[in-house]
């Protein structure tokens, strides 16, 4: 994993790409921080590796929630409490779903 700045990344965009084909990723940071991966696709199927990064977005989010909801001892309702929640919400909104 190459680090390079936001200036180099931007004013060499051919040397740019050879060390990104050289080490097939680049951490392209913004004064000392990290704000873009570029990877390289060549001979990778773009469609697969958006679609897995996709799923693994939506898994770290559902670990985050899962998390917190037993930091919040949440994960301890029962499912009858579950049902009040959801009737109240639906009573509130006012459609009676």
């Given at each position: 994993m190459q680090f390079i700045s936001m200036r180099e990344f931007s004013a060499s965009?051919?040397?740019?790409q050879k060390k990104?084909?050289?080490s097939g990723e680049l951490?392209?940071?913004n004064n000392g921080t990290p704000t873009m991966l570029v990877i390289d696709i060549v001979d990778k199927d773009f469609l697969k590796l958006i679609d897995y990064l996709r799923r693994q977005e939506a898994m770290d989010i559902l670990?985050?929630?899962?998390?917190?909801?037993v930091?919040?001892?949440?994960?301890?309702?029962?499912?009858e409490?579950?049902?009040d929640e959801i009737a109240a919400y639906r009573?509130?909104?006012?459609d009676g779903r």
């Open positions: 965009p051919r040397e740019t990104l084909a050289a951490i392209i940071t670990h985050r929630i899962q998390t917190a909801s930091r919040s001892a949440a994960d301890g309702i029962s499912m409490e579950i049902d009573a509130e909104r006012g």
